[in-house]
């Protein structure tokens, strides 16, 4: 296989340069690398489209993530918070206990409401944690992302559009926080005279007189207006085509450019998987920047950050995994070129694997596919667990054994596994006579003066033939006594303490 120089530049021989000398090929070079970083910028709105639209538009992931918002610990204290406040705002608590208190303690009502009060928000994250809370809010979850493309047309029990504005109701959250709390029944009237004619004519005065909308219900939170939902929905619909589109176009000028760069495509698919890796890096980046930038400028109440960094953590985890998936492929891209690159260790490892490319290549196969079904059955990144990426990633794989067997096959027809053995056997003595005869060379110059660092260089590769096995312990004290011994004494001759 061709090879580049240590420039990087493709080796070609005077016979394959193209008419017209260098510029024809700093043109393609330039032409190749253009390509290579339109690959990666299609790549980064690539990984966040595919990351919206499973996100988004994926029942399960939806449905998974919402509850592990609520699970996590930072976001209940957050929510029970909002609910306890929504629920002594709800009920005057101060005054029906003075209306159950007898009268001559009925002063201390206040002062059980505010207790009260402190208790529910320590209540309330308990509350939430239970299965029946995390049961129903996962299920509304579901149903209500089975609706999310149809919301401005119709409504849910947990999302709602009326009044023009999208909502997230607690009320079921409000209800269960209540009912620990013995005020099921007060909430429950509240709420009845909310919704009927006294309440409208209540909302009515203070629509009238501030100019704002007062939601009927409690526990209430407006996610988006209509007009903001309708940008939403036109964004998520081209999200849909986009989450196809663009990672297909990534994948073919990566494959474009590996093509054109005949003659040196070893160093184009090294390219590839440095590119992977930079288009991780670029989001994994992206998302801790703009996240702190998000919160800080969003949340303006600094007890609500950490609730908010969770909320934005949890929601990106998909986003965090498929950037970690491109790092770990643009590694395996990077190493594959390695090995068949031109450097010693490469050299030797294709060396080592060509008879059982040869002789054995089935067992080399299932192997292959072996390590591919433990990966499967893992799962670390999304892509593992989707057919179609596995299927990619076993044609990849194929490709690269059949690659390495020809080329092994070249290189090495008659390899056999004596000569693997011979050849580390040769290597290690070589490493052995290497270093014991630096530690020679630093003991004749710690005999002629040379100082202490030639002595210290001398121990230093004594230690590493030691710790690689090379030396038994006898020999490691003999060689080093014989390097601490003073000038005119015989190397490995015992010492006479």
């Known amino acids: 296989m061709p090879e580049s120089s240590e420039a990087g ?12 000398g ?16 339109l690959a990666v910028v299609v ?10 639209h499973r996100q988004v538009l994926d029942t399960n992931n939806w449905t998974n993530t919402s509850s592990q918002l609520l699970a996590d610990p930072k976001i209940q204290t957050a929510l029970g918070s909002l609910l306890v406040n929504e629920l002594f705002n709800s009920v005057d608590v101060a005054d029906e206990l003075k209306s159950v208190l007898p009268s001559q303690v009925s002063g201390l009502a206040a002062p059980a409401a505010a207790g009260l009060r402190s208790l529910a928000i320590q209540v309330a994250p308990q509350v939430l944690s239970t299965s029946v809370v995390q049961n129903a809010w996962r299920q509304a979850n579901r149903a209500a992302q089975l609706e999310l493309l149809r919301i401005l047309n119709g409504g849910h029990r947990t999302i709602t559009t009326n009044n023009g504005v999208v909502s997230l109701q607690l009320h079921p959250l409000l209800a269960q926080l209540a009912a620990q709390l013995g005020l099921q029944q007060q909430l429950a009237t509240v709420q009845s005279n909310l919704e009927g004619s006294t309440g409208a004519a209540a909302r009515g005065a203070v629509q009238q007189k501030l100019g704002v909308k007062v939601p009927a219900p409690s526990g209430s939170i407006v996610i988006l207006r ?5 940008s939403a929905q036109n964004i998520v619909k081209a999200i849909r085509g986009l989450a196809f589109v663009l990672p297909a176009l990534a994948i073919l000028l990566f494959i474009l450019a590996v093509w054109l760069a005949e003659g040196w495509r070893r160093v184009a698919v090294r390219m590839t998987g440095w590119c992977l890796i930079g288009v991780g890096l670029i989001v994994v980046i992206a998302r801790r920047v703009l996240g702190d930038a998000l919160v800080s400028s969003l949340v303006k109440v600094p007890s609500n950050k950490p609730a908010v960094h969770q909320v934005f953590n949890i929601g990106t985890t998909l986003l965090y995994d498929t950037a970690i998936a491109l790092i770990t492929y643009g590694l395996a891209l990077v190493i594959a070129a390695w090995i068949a690159g031109p450097t010693r260790p490469a050299h030797g490892l294709r060396r080592a694997l060509a008879p059982s490319l040869r002789e054995h290549v089935a067992y080399v196969y299932a192997t292959a596919g072996l390590a591919l079904l433990l990966l499967v059955v893992w799962g670390p990144f999304p892509s593992t667990r989707q057919p179609l990426p596995v299927i990619g990633i076993a044609i990849l794989l194929a490709l690269g054994i059949r690659a390495l067997r020809g080329m092994t096959g070249q290189e090495f027809p008659d390899a056999q596994m004596e000569d693997l053995t011979g050849s580390l056997r040769d290597w290690l003595s070589t490493r052995r006579r290497s270093l014991l005869s630096g530690v020679a060379t630093a003991r004749q110059a710690g005999a002629g003066g040379g100082g202490a660092d030639e002595r210290i260089a001398g121990l230093e590769r004594l230690a590493d033939l ?25 190397p490995g001759a015992p010492s006479t303490d």
């Open 9 to 20: 530049e493709p080796a070609q021989s005077a016979a394959e340069q193209p008419p017209g």
């Open 22 to 37: 260098v510029r024809p090929q700093r043109s393609r070079r330039l032409l190749i690398d253009s390509i290579f970083a």
């Open 43 to 52: 790549g980064v709105f690539a990984v966040l489209a595919v990351w919206v």
């Open 226 to 230: 209509s007009s903001q939902l309708k």
């Open 466 to 490: 030691h710790n690689r096995g090379a030396l038994t312990d006898e020999e490691f004290r003999a060689y080093k006594a014989s390097l601490l011994e003073p000038p005119g004494k015989a």
